[in-house]
Nanobody, 126 residues
Framework: QVQLVESGGGSVQAGGSLRLSCAAS????????MGWFRQAPGKEREFVAA????????VYATSVKGRFTISRDNAKNTVSLQMNSLKSEDSAVYYC???????????????????WGQGTQVTVSS
């Protein structure tokens, strides 16, 4: 198993930036592909970005492509989400998730991710 703890959320004005981090503990971090998801009030949890176990492959939701960047440091057991040009519609609770997966494919479906953090709130004011 892996335990995940997110940090870095907060309040920012539209156009600003935030960097979210997720610290993992437990099983070998590089055994997992990692993803970020978000959930706004009254909406379903949606995919934001994912990165393969090696960091060699990434995938993004269309809504954040070009503004957000996912990265990982397997030596430090962390995955990060750099969020630039934030919009009010980016406001949500952001969750880090882990998929036990050392394959070449990474997934946007939340059902593929067995392990989740507790979430961190991001609020973007216009």
């Amino acid at each position: 198993q892996v335990q995940l703890v997110e940090s870095g959320g907060g309040s920012v004005q539209a156009g600003g930036s935030l960097r979210l981090s997720c610290a993992a503990s437990g099983r070998t971090f590089s055994d997992y592909a990692m993803g970020w998801f978000r959930q706004a009030p009254g909406k379903e949890r949606e995919f934001v970005a994912a990165i393969s176990w090696s960091g060699g492959s990434t995938v993004y939701a269309t809504s954040v492509k070009g503004r957000f960047t996912i990265s990982r440091d397997n030596a430090k057991n962390t995955v990060s989400l750099q969020m630039n040009s934030l919009k009010s519609e980016d406001s949500a609770v952001y969750y880090c998730a882990a998929d036990l997966n050392r394959g070449i494919f990474i997934y946007s479906s939340r059902e593929k991710y067995a392990y989740w953090g507790q979430g961190t709130q991001v609020t973007v004011s216009s």
